[in-house]
């Protein structure tokens, strides 16, 4: 088995970038949504609600991340601030008052008029700690912005079993981002990646977090917003979650036990015991 994809979302809810090497600290993957878009209260703003914010495709400079999109000239914005800068509130889902760091009025006027609603752009600066909350995390396990952990990892076989059975119902296949993960894991059976208690990609070593509830993001085209019906359906029709089957599982999360460290598309992976 081999690591065949890695995959970097600088900003939670807008399009994902692939890179061949990605460091890892202790939030997950180096520049992987360190950014967040917010409403007015502070609370996050994703594609459940907003689908046309998977065209926006950022992009990781050196100093700044390069927000761009149809329509909209490109906007800058410092990776990191250039001195003291008071914390602002945000939340997202049962995390509650984290700290992060308001990127100001231009790249909020930029995001409001692009979606038509009044937001801002935060990220994750010194202050910023947000502990893991699922049961599978330890002490000192903390994630960035994305929904519940930092890693999420997928088999090839696993979509490439899922595009058999759209094509049998004559539905299109969809693309490996539909699902938005880290890492895509080549070499190994489908759904493989749900039976791992921990598993080792190159020299990081991480520790299942239970299953992806997959949302209405999966129906959504990551790059034009526009949205259908597939393929929640279709897996609605074979996996559902046993112990509640309001859920519909697709990919594995991960927490990762090595806090630092690199991944390199080809990376061995080895699955270990707990």
């Not at 997950?28 to 967040?36: I, K, Q, S």
């Not at 493989?192 to 997959?214: F, Q």
């Not at 897996?235 to 089957?245: E, F, I, K, Q, S």
Request: a neutral charge.
């Amino acid at each position: 088995m081999h690591l065949s994809g890695l995959y970097v979302y600088p900003v939670k809810s807008l399009r994902g970038t692939a890179v061949t090497t990605a460091q890892v600290d202790a939030l997950g993957v180096v520049g992987d949504r360190r950014f967040l878009i917010v409403d007015r209260t502070g609370r996050f703003l994703t594609q459940r609600t907003l689908p046309r914010l998977a065209r926006i495709a950022p992009q990781l400079t050196a100093t700044d991340l390069v927000l761009a999109s149809d329509g909209a000239g490109p906007i800058a914005v410092p990776l990191h601030a250039s001195g003291a800068v008071s914390p602002v509130t945000v939340s997202i889902w049962r995390s509650e008052g984290l700290l992060a760091e308001d990127c100001g009025d231009d790249a909020a006027r930029w995001l409001t008029s692009l979606l038509g609603v009044e937001c801002r752009l935060v990220r994750a600066g010194a202050q910023f700690c947000r502990p893991i909350l699922k049961s599978a995390a330890r002490d000192g396990d903390v994630v960035n912005f994305a929904d519940a952990v930092p890693f999420l990892a997928i088999g090839e076989a696993s979509l490439a079993d899922l595009n058999d059975r759209l094509a049998e119902s004559g539905e299109e296949p969809v693309p490996m981002n539909r699902f938005r993960p880290n890492l895509v894991i080549a070499g190994c059976p489908a759904f493989a990646e749900d039976t791992w208690p921990r598993v080792r990609i190159g020299d990081i070593v991480l520790r299942a977090a239970g299953p992806c509830g997959r949302c209405v993001v999966t129906t959504t085209d990551q790059l034009t917003g526009e949205r259908g019906r597939e393929p929640l359906r279709t897996l609605a029709t074979y996996r559902r979650d046993a112990a509640d089957p309001s859920d519909v599982n697709f990919g594995q999360n991960f927490i990762h036990e090595t806090k630092s460290g690199c991944l390199r598309v080809g990376d061995a992976v080895v699955a270990l015991p707990a």
